[in-house]
Protein backbone atom coordinates (compact mmCIF):
# COMPACT_ATOMS: atom_id res chain seq x y z
CA UNK A 1 0.00 0.00 0.00
CA UNK A 2 0.93 3.59 -0.56
CA UNK A 3 1.61 6.32 1.77
CA UNK A 4 -2.09 7.18 2.65
CA UNK A 5 -0.91 10.84 4.03
CA UNK A 6 -1.11 11.74 0.41
CA UNK A 7 -3.52 11.90 -2.85
CA UNK A 8 -2.72 10.55 -6.11
CA UNK A 9 -3.51 11.28 -10.03
CA UNK A 10 -4.34 8.60 -12.46
CA UNK A 11 -0.54 10.19 -13.92
CA UNK A 12 1.04 8.64 -10.75
CA UNK A 13 2.24 11.95 -9.54
CA UNK A 14 0.99 12.83 -5.44
CA UNK A 15 1.04 15.06 -2.99
CA UNK A 16 1.38 15.88 0.88
CA UNK A 17 0.13 18.78 1.92
CA UNK A 18 1.74 20.04 4.66
CA UNK A 19 -0.87 23.27 5.93
CA UNK A 20 -0.43 26.17 3.61
CA UNK A 21 1.84 24.07 1.15
CA UNK A 22 2.09 20.86 -1.17
CA UNK A 23 5.15 18.78 -1.45
CA UNK A 24 4.58 16.97 -5.08
CA UNK A 25 6.61 13.83 -6.34
CA UNK A 26 6.00 10.64 -8.50
CA UNK A 27 5.11 7.21 -7.08
CA UNK A 28 7.47 4.42 -6.91
CA UNK A 29 4.97 2.77 -9.89
CA UNK A 30 5.71 5.61 -12.11
CA UNK A 31 9.44 5.32 -11.56
CA UNK A 32 8.89 1.53 -12.19
CA UNK A 33 7.36 2.18 -15.20
CA UNK A 34 9.80 4.35 -16.38
CA UNK A 35 13.16 2.48 -15.73
CA UNK A 36 16.35 4.01 -16.48
CA UNK A 37 15.85 7.53 -15.68
CA UNK A 38 18.19 10.24 -16.92
CA UNK A 39 16.52 13.94 -17.21
CA UNK A 40 14.58 15.80 -15.00
CA UNK A 41 13.70 18.97 -15.96
CA UNK A 42 11.77 20.81 -13.13
CA UNK A 43 10.21 24.05 -13.18
CA UNK A 44 11.85 27.73 -11.37
CA UNK A 45 10.77 28.65 -7.71
CA UNK A 46 8.43 31.42 -8.01
CA UNK A 47 6.76 30.75 -11.08
CA UNK A 48 2.94 28.94 -10.84
CA UNK A 49 1.21 25.88 -11.17
CA UNK A 50 -2.20 24.96 -12.48
CA UNK A 51 -3.83 21.70 -11.31
CA UNK A 52 -4.23 19.12 -13.71
CA UNK A 53 -1.68 21.37 -16.20
CA UNK A 54 2.29 19.82 -16.92
CA UNK A 55 4.87 21.31 -14.38
CA UNK A 56 8.30 19.51 -15.66
CA UNK A 57 9.10 16.68 -17.48
CA UNK A 58 10.93 13.10 -16.81
CA UNK A 59 13.22 11.28 -18.97
CA UNK A 60 14.20 7.74 -19.63
CA UNK A 61 15.93 5.99 -22.19
CA UNK A 62 12.44 4.63 -22.78
CA UNK A 63 10.30 7.54 -22.99
CA UNK A 64 9.68 11.48 -22.39
CA UNK A 65 6.43 12.11 -19.60
CA UNK A 66 5.18 14.85 -19.15
CA UNK A 67 5.10 15.65 -15.00
CA UNK A 68 1.09 16.78 -14.07
CA UNK A 69 0.62 19.21 -11.11
CA UNK A 70 -1.91 17.50 -8.38
CA UNK A 71 -2.17 21.17 -6.85
CA UNK A 72 -2.43 24.82 -7.77
CA UNK A 73 -0.22 27.32 -6.47
CA UNK A 74 3.49 29.16 -6.53
CA UNK A 75 6.26 26.78 -6.30
CA UNK A 76 8.17 28.21 -3.16
CA UNK A 77 10.84 25.30 -3.35
CA UNK A 78 12.32 22.50 -5.63
CA UNK A 79 14.77 19.70 -4.55
CA UNK A 80 17.59 21.04 -6.17
CA UNK A 81 19.52 17.60 -5.84
CA UNK A 82 17.47 15.47 -7.38
CA UNK A 83 18.03 15.86 -11.13
CA UNK A 84 21.84 15.27 -10.46
CA UNK A 85 20.95 12.24 -8.30
CA UNK A 86 18.02 10.40 -9.94
CA UNK A 87 18.18 7.12 -8.32
CA UNK A 88 16.72 8.74 -5.45
CA UNK A 89 13.31 8.09 -7.42
CA UNK A 90 13.99 4.56 -6.93
CA UNK A 91 15.31 4.53 -3.32
CA UNK A 92 13.06 7.25 -1.85
CA UNK A 93 9.86 8.39 -4.04
CA UNK A 94 7.80 9.30 -0.82
CA UNK A 95 10.20 11.37 1.10
CA UNK A 96 13.45 12.49 -0.30
CA UNK A 97 12.49 12.32 -3.86
CA UNK A 98 9.61 14.80 -3.37
CA UNK A 99 9.92 17.60 -6.46
CA UNK A 100 8.51 20.27 -5.71
CA UNK A 101 7.21 22.77 -2.82
CA UNK A 102 4.00 24.55 -3.71
CA UNK A 103 2.04 27.45 -1.78
CA UNK A 104 -1.82 26.11 -2.24
CA UNK A 105 -4.13 27.83 -4.06
CA UNK A 106 -6.20 24.57 -5.11
CA UNK A 107 -5.90 21.39 -6.11
CA UNK A 108 -7.28 19.07 -8.87
CA UNK A 109 -10.51 17.13 -8.48
CA UNK A 110 -8.98 14.02 -9.84
CA UNK A 111 -7.39 13.46 -6.78
CA UNK A 112 -7.77 10.22 -4.50
CA UNK A 113 -6.83 8.57 -1.67
CA UNK A 114 -4.40 5.89 -1.53
CA UNK A 115 -7.01 2.67 -1.42
CA UNK A 116 -8.49 4.18 -4.42
CA UNK A 117 -5.09 5.26 -5.91
CA UNK A 118 -4.02 1.22 -5.46
CA UNK A 119 -7.74 0.48 -7.22
CA UNK A 120 -6.28 2.46 -10.39
CA UNK A 121 -2.97 0.89 -10.26
CA UNK A 122 -5.01 -2.76 -10.83
CA UNK A 123 -7.34 -1.59 -13.47
CA UNK A 124 -3.41 -0.59 -15.50
CA UNK A 125 -1.71 -4.13 -15.03
Given at each position: ????????????????????????????????????????????????????????????????????????????????????????????????????????????????GAAAYEEHLKSEE
Amino acid sequence: MRPDDRKYMKSHEWAKTEGEFALVGISDYAVEHLSDLVFLDLPEVGSTVSADEPFGEIESVKAVSDLYAPVSGEIVEINQDLPDDLDTLKTDPWNAGWMIKVKLTGESPNLMGAAAYEEHLKSEE
